[in-house]
């Protein structure tokens, strides 16, 4: 898939710091009894929430820099992202959590700190790499006949390459509040990210450096939120290069994580090749992309993304006490809690694409380069709606081969199915055109996901027939709550502006999730039951 799955902005969707241990005393009081699932899943969508709101904001205001900056601007930004998953927020949470869980508190302690050591020296490394590679990599990323400012856009991918530092050490304090179920300061995080770059970009003047410099500033925020948090619960570790036995553990395991999600980016190295081919699209495509993922992050952070992050801690736990009934009921109970929220999303995302869009329009688009952004965004996010259900089935499963410490099936499935969504890419785009990004990405999701189902039910048997029957009803449900927003929508202004964009997803959005919302009451589903009890109370 050509998107980070999750996590904060971009995931996302998380530092002249110094860090100190702040070590447990010397008797510690019983600790406070553990939120609950629900309690948990709340916190971080309340901050994904708020993240990706606030980074639509941010989303909205850089694109009144003008075209040819924001394209620019977002290749370079890219750069820095690509090793971001590579080596900090995907590769930390999946790798290091289930070997930290199976330690001691003395264990854990210098784990934390002999870990964020190594990840200090290794981004200090490739960030003097990346500055001085700069016209390397840039010519990578665009295609020989680019519809991008090359220089440009390599003098703000130097000017951005710090930013990878501050993303990988705010990864690693996420990691480790997460790991003992603190998410309020490491969901809320992000939030910061998105104020500070949006006081920069308001503030200051609107030149690439100082766009540039807003986003640095941004990271910074995001990690210095998250410090007295660690301080106050005793996790805020001394970078130290001091072996650990853990370390190999968590190396082994970051190691084949590392190298799927290297087919990842070299999935969206080929995107963005493809975008900033001239002979292919105009200009304002890359933007219009990067507005289509904006929302599309959104979503999936909101309602995929979070409640697997809630739940992982309780997977790697059930795992490493071998309890196997209660891992096969939290993977069933997260995927049909997945499901039932991305499938209404799904369709109204498809049929209101061009109104999700207009939202991030603070300006009506009248120039070429605008009305081209604009159709850009509509496209691809209509065509990647369709695989919210898929790959949300994806996102589970692979965090449940990741708690097991199975990494290797997780990793031969998702190399493959990264793989096929190039070759999907490659037949598909210059074909059907926006569409065929979707598609594609919809298609290797389905594969992805019957592939793990398989190694899944051969490890430790599937709750096949309870996930194909919740699937068999909101599926349809949902396809009904599209088409019933798309009646509502044509009678609706025509998007483009702000305005009839809030208008159509408030009307259309409402009637269709209205309908699919008092479906699922009819249905009985225990998903809508158990909020309607809540309510109740």
């Not at 609950?36 to 606030?54: D, E, F, K, P, V």
């Not at 920069?200 to 986003?215: E, Q």
């Amino acid at each position: 898939m050509s998107l980070p799955p999750s996590g904060p902005p971009p995931a996302p969707p998380e530092i002249n710091l110094t860090f100190e241990d702040a070590g447990p005393p010397a008797s510690p009081p019983p600790g406070p009894p553990r939120r609950s699932l629900q309690a948990n899943t709340i916190i971080i969508m309340l901050g994904t929430l708020g993240s990706r709101l606030s980074g639509i904001l941010r989303q909205m205001i850089i694109n009144l820099f003008g075209t040819g900056l924001t394209d620019a601007f977002n290749v370079a930004v890219t750069v820095p992202n690509l090793l971001r998953e590579l080596l900090a927020e995907g590769a930390l949470v999946n790798s290091f959590i289930p070997v930290y869980k199976s330690l001691d508190e003395a264990g854990r302690r210098q784990l934390a700190q002999t870990f964020s050591g190594v990840m200090l020296a290794v981004n200090l490394l490739l960030m003097a790499v990346g500055i001085v590679a700069a016209p390397l990599v840039v010519d990578l990323l665009l295609s020989a006949t680019p519809n991008v400012d090359r220089d440009l856009a390599v003098y703000m991918t130097r000017l951005v390459m710090p930013f990878l530092m501050l993303i990988s050490l705010s990864a690693v304090a996420m990691g480790l509040l997460n790991a003992d179920e603190h998410f309020r300061e490491s969901s809320f995080a992000p939030i910061a990210f998105n104020l500070a770059s949006i006081a920069a970009l308001v503030l200051l003047p609107d030149t690439a450096t100082w766009l540039g410099f807003g986003w640095l500033l941004g990271g910074v925020a995001q990690l210095v939120v998250q410090l007295p948090a660690l301080h106050r619960f005793g996790l805020l570790p001394t970078p130290s290069l001091k072996p650990h036995p853990a370390l190999g553990r968590v190396l082994r395991q970051m190691a084949p994580f590392t190298l799927t999600a290297g087919a990842r980016q070299f999935l969206n190295v080929y995107v963005l090749n493809l975008l900033s081919n001239r002979q292919l699209f105009p200009d304002g495509t890359t933007s219009g992309y990067f507005n289509a993922q904006a929302l599309f992050t959104m979503v999936n952070g909101l309602f995929i993304v979070s409640p697997v992050l809630a739940v992982f801690p309780r997977f790697s736990e059930a795992a490493a006490k071998g309890d196997w009934t209660l891992f096969k009921q939290l993977t069933a109970q997260t995927i049909r809690t997945t499901t039932f929220l991305a499938a209404p999303m799904s369709a109204l995302m498809v049929v209101l694409a061009p109104y999700a869009i207009s939202v991030i329009n603070l300006e009506v688009p009248r120039l070429p380069e605008e009305l081209d952004k604009f159709a850009a965004g509509s496209g691809i996010l209509t065509g990647w709606a369709l695989a919210l259900v898929p790959w949300a089935l994806v996102t589970v499963l692979l965090r449940t081969f990741y708690a097991r410490e199975r990494t290797r099936e997780a990793v031969t499935v998702s190399a493959i199915g990264f793989v096929l969504e190039v070759g999907l890419y490659r037949l598909l785009v210059p074909a059907l055109g926006l569409m065929g990004f979707g598609l594609a990405t919809t298609l290797s999701g389905v594969l992805m996901a019957g592939a793990l189902t398989v190694l899944y039910r051969r490890a430790v048997g599937f709750p096949g027939r309870e996930i194909a029957g919740h699937l068999a009803r909101v599926v349809p449900l949902a396809t009904a709550a599209g088409g019933l927003a798309w009646l509502v929508a044509r009678v609706l202004p025509d998007p483009g502006f702000i305005v009839q964009g809030i208008l159509g997803l408030v009307v259309a959005g409402g009637v269709g999730l209205g309908a699919y919302l008092a479906g699922a009451l009819v249905l009985k589903l225990p998903e809508v039951a158990a909020v309607t009890r809540r309510l109740r109370r």
